[in-house]
């Protein structure tokens, strides 16, 4: 079946313009995280959905970073005013988000390799 | 809080010869233990985990068994070959109610013919 896909795939923007960046997960799978991946920072949590309960924004490294999941599928990262410490690579994964899920293998996506210049 | 530790690479070896990446970690609880790879070009997939102590997870003749007492989960390959060059993620989850991933810095791993 389809894996975890993401939009665009390379994304050159201005340093202060807005960026949008787009995750469809696994058909069925409830929990949905997003990473970034840098040369300095490595791979990091961004934000975690799980079905309809509150995300877990507790990685997310300012307030100019923010993340909505809409129907319990797509979800979209948005970053406000783009600094050069934005670039990287972000990393969408899906998992079927079990209940007791211990153990559970999440999917990548091929990522969104954003440059700030 | 969690943290995973793994050797620094780049490390680089001949055909056939024995691999091992060290993974090392603290987390609070019982976590589950991962290493995930990535080729060239491609995205992040799942090598092989472990739930629980002692348990050993496996795949493509890589295997790494869950160390409790050492708080380890290093990556073994008894024979490399050109195809297993890529970086390698020594990761972990605690449980509770969110699965996030920590992750290791990650190791190149090059094999030469």
């Known amino acids: 079946g389809a894996g975890v896909s993401q939009s665009p795939s390379n994304k050159v923007t201005e340093k202060g313009k807005d960026v949008e960046l787009r995750c469809d997960p696994i058909?069925?799978?409830?929990?949905l995280y997003w990473y970034r991946q840098s040369l300095g920072q490595g791979l990091e949590f961004l934000i975690y959905?799980?079905?309809?309960?509150?995300?877990?924004k507790s990685g997310l490294p300012s307030d100019r970073f923010s993340a909505e999941r809409t129907g319990g599928s797509v979800s979209t990262l948005t970053i406000q005013r783009t600094q050069q410490e934005d670039s990287a690579v972000y990393l969408c994964?899906?998992?079927?988000?079990?209940?007791?899920?211990?153990?559970?293998?999440?999917?990548f996506g091929p990522g969104t390799r954003l440059l700030v210049l | 809080g969690n943290s995973v530790t793994q050797m620094e690479g780049p490390v680089t070896l001949s055909e056939e010869a024995f691999l091992t990446i060290n993974c090392t970690y603290t987390?609070?609880?019982?976590?589950?233990l991962f290493w995930y790879v990535q080729y060239p070009g491609e995205g992040l997939q799942l090598l092989l985990k472990?739930?629980?102590?002692?348990d050993k997870g496996s795949n493509k003749g890589f295997e790494a068994t869950y160390r409790k007492e050492t708080t380890s989960f290093h990556l073994e390959k008894g024979s490399v070959q050109v195809s297993d060059s890529a970086v390698y993620f020594c990761?972990?989850?605690?449980?509770?109610?969110?699965?996030?991933?920590?992750f290791g810095k990650g190791t190149l791993l090059t094999v030469n013919p």
């Open positions: 987390a609070t609880g019982y976590p589950s």
């Open positions: 959905f799980q079905g309809n309960s509150a995300p877990d």
């Open positions: 058909s069925g799978h409830t929990a």
């Open positions: 994964a899906s998992s079927p988000g079990l209940a007791g899920g211990r153990g559970e293998t999440q999917y």
């Open positions: 472990a739930t629980k102590a002692d």
């Open positions: 990761a972990l989850h605690s449980g509770g109610s969110n699965y996030k991933l920590t």
